[in-house]
């Protein structure tokens, strides 16, 4: 095993360890993990500049205080999730309980949420500043954005992450919606040319003023 790949797997299990028995002090890993002091201090001192880890000091009635680490929220995001499979789950559920029109409900009522959200940040605003500030909205959401002007006077925005891919592959209503959203947030034509949930390698958008003619 190489250097590097050795320390990123005792890394890892440095924060397992953490996660299901912390918090922990440097003499408690180094004894789970067989290895100095030394090199689990390293390793934790790496985690805490990233901001994955903590410690606090506990004092003792005797002797010297001990130095207790343990995983900040920040190191969730390190360990699986299985959101996506839950939110499937759910909308399965009230797919068959009430039908595809309460679902259709459903993401409609967050597209709704979403505009009252983001349309006081485009107010004052030219499309051109519009779509820059989609996508910084969409880039803080995880979605890998960026944006181009064309020159024709048309801009286009790619996405090449999509956080609801499994649900949107399931339920079009998502991308409907998506698509909706973009468009009143924009006050612009927006069409979608390429799609992740259909199995393109990004979702590509062109944005066209309103009063520019679709050619």
């Not at 299901?20 to 993990?33: C, F, Q, R, S």
């Not at 068959?96 to 505009?115: C, D, I, K, M, P």
């Not at 998506?178 to 612009?188: I, S, T, V």
Request: charged share 25%; hydrophobic share 30%.
């Amino acid at each position: 095993m190489k250097r590097g790949q050795e320390s990123g797997t005792t890394r890892r299990t440095i924060m397992t360890l953490l996660k299901m028995k912390g918090p922990l002090t440097i003499g408690a890993l180094a004894e789970e993990l067989g290895i100095t002091e030394m090199g689990v201090r390293r390793h934790v001192l790496q985690l805490e500049s990233e901001g994955l880890a903590r410690n606090k000091v506990v004092r003792q009635p005797m002797g010297r205080p001990m130095h207790m680490y343990s995983l900040t929220e920040r190191a969730d995001d390190h360990f699986p999730k299985n959101y996506h499979n839950l939110a499937l789950e759910l909308l399965r559920e009230l797919d068959h309980s009430s039908g595809t029109e309460a679902v259709n409900v459903l993401f409609e009522g967050r597209r709704r949420r979403l505009h009252a959200q983001y349309s006081p940040m485009m107010e004052r605003r030219n499309l051109e500043e519009r779509v820059a500030e989609l996508t910084a909205i969409q880039n803080s959401g995880g979605y890998m954005a960026e944006w181009e002007k064309w020159e024709d006077g048309s801009y286009s925005m790619r996405e090449y992450n999509c956080p609801i891919r499994q649900v949107a592959s399931q339920y079009s209503k998502a991308c409907q919606c998506e698509q909706h959203l973009f468009e009143d947030l924009l006050g612009a034509k927006v069409t979608r040319t390429e799609c992740m949930a259909e199995g393109n390698q990004c979702c590509n958008y062109t944005i066209k003023p309103k009063n520019q003619s679709a050619e």
